[in-house]
């Protein structure tokens, strides 16, 4: 008898019980007149206790933290945003997951633990969220293979929320990031996987730009759009299947393939560089 097979059932058994929304959510396309596929931070956190709340709250990454619980500022207000629609849902009984992503960036060396373990980008939001705001730390989930927005949402969908069997999914970040991120989360989660997942359609939060200089910021939104337009669209339009996406990123993409291995690290300018830390 195959007892691994039966630890893995249970603890799948028992994640599912823990994470279940028991109340009955019905879908619902517009908050007062406004798409719900776009929400501001106080529509989110008010949708939170209706029967919109989301099974899981998805919080981008955007730097290398200056020590663990101290990722950049831009970075602490979308956990402070995804911890309030928390603690509303929490409040009006409903179960909400937080997953904060990212292992790193490209742009930046990983800081290092005392034991030179590195300390992922999402770690340091997740030990954010539990320092400020004091929520469970088994609602919160890291994903700690991504380096760059393609490789969030690909390891988010595949490695948690699919798994999980999750349909309400909500993504918060910056608004400089918005755009970028919408289109690819978009494209990623309407792949066709081995499987069949479906979703519903996902809600946005897009959080003020916070922590960076005005230069930064510039370069940072000149950034989003050339790689929107260069890599992000075209590549939704060709690739369809989630193991097209797999191909491409392990094939491709300079930070997940091996012949990434050879490329040398795009040039950046240093404003834009120190953008993506914690000052």
Same mark, same amino acid.
């Given at each position: 008898?195959?007892?691994?097979?039966?630890?893995?059932?249970?603890?799948?058994?028992?994640?599912?019980?823990?994470?279940?929304?028991?109340?009955?959510?019905?879908?619902?396309?517009?908050?007062?007149?406004?798409?719900?596929?776009?929400?501001?931070?106080?529509?989110?956190?008010?949708?939170?206790?209706?029967?919109?709340?989301?099974?899981?709250?998805?919080?981008?990454?955007?730097?290398?933290?200056?020590?663990?619980?101290?990722?950049?500022?831009?970075?602490?207000?979308?956990?402070?945003?995804?911890?309030?629609?928390?603690?509303?849902?929490?409040?009006?009984?409903?179960?909400?997951?937080?997953?904060?992503?990212?292992?790193?960036?490209?742009?930046?060396?990983?800081?290092?633990?005392?034991?030179?373990?590195?300390?992922?980008?999402?770690?340091?939001?997740?030990?954010?969220?539990?320092?400020?705001?004091?929520?469970?730390?088994?609602?919160?989930?890291?994903?700690?293979?991504?380096?760059?927005?393609?490789? &969030? /949402?690909?390891? #988010? +969908?595949?490695?948690?929320?699919?798994?999980?069997?999750? $349909?309400? =999914?909500?993504?918060?970040?910056? *608004?400089?990031?918005?755009?970028?991120?919408?289109?690819?989360?978009?494209?990623?989660?309407?792949?066709?996987?081995?499987?069949?997942?479906?979703?519903?359609?996902?809600?946005?939060?897009?959080?003020?730009?916070?922590?960076?200089?005005? &230069? /930064?910021?510039? #370069? +940072?939104?000149?950034?989003?759009?050339?790689?929107?337009? $260069?890599? =992000?669209?075209?590549?939704?339009? *060709?690739?369809?299947?989630?193991?097209?996406?797999?191909?491409?990123?392990?094939?491709?993409?300079?930070?997940?393939?091996?012949?990434?291995?050879?490329?040398?690290?795009?040039?950046?300018?240093?404003?834009?560089?120190?953008?993506?830390?914690?000052?």
């Amino acid at each position: 008898f195959n007892f691994g097979l039966l630890g893995g059932a249970v603890l799948t058994w028992a994640m599912s019980k823990r994470w279940t929304i028991y109340e009955e959510q019905l879908p619902c396309t517009e908050i007062e007149g406004k798409s719900a596929e776009n929400l501001s931070e106080k529509e989110a956190i008010k949708a939170a206790s209706t029967s919109l709340c989301p099974e899981a709250v998805v919080v981008l990454g955007g730097g290398r933290p200056a020590k663990l619980s101290d990722p950049p500022a831009f970075v602490k207000n979308r956990c402070d945003v995804a911890a309030r629609i928390y603690q509303e849902a929490r409040e009006s009984g409903r179960r909400v997951v937080i997953v904060t992503l990212s292992a790193g960036s490209a742009h930046t060396p990983q800081l290092l633990n005392e034991g030179g373990r590195p300390v992922w980008e999402s770690a340091a939001s997740a030990a954010y969220i539990v320092k400020k705001y004091g929520i469970d730390p088994c609602d919160i989930v890291m994903e700690t293979t991504s380096y760059d927005t393609i490789g &969030n /949402a690909y390891f #988010a +969908r595949t490695q948690i929320c699919d798994p999980m069997g999750w $349909k309400r =999914v909500w993504v918060v970040t910056s *608004e400089f990031h918005m755009p970028r991120t919408q289109a690819i989360f978009d494209w990623i989660f309407s792949c066709k996987g081995l499987f069949h997942h479906s979703y519903d359609p996902i809600r946005y939060v897009a959080t003020a730009n916070v922590g960076l200089t005005d &230069n /930064a910021l510039k #370069a +940072r939104k000149e950034k989003e759009a050339m790689s929107l337009a $260069k890599h =992000v669209k075209p590549r939704a339009k *060709e690739i369809t299947t989630l193991r097209g996406v797999l191909i491409f990123l392990t094939t491709d993409h300079g930070m997940y393939s091996v012949k990434g291995l050879k490329q040398a690290p795009e040039k950046v300018s240093e404003e834009l560089k120190n953008s993506y830390r914690a000052s």
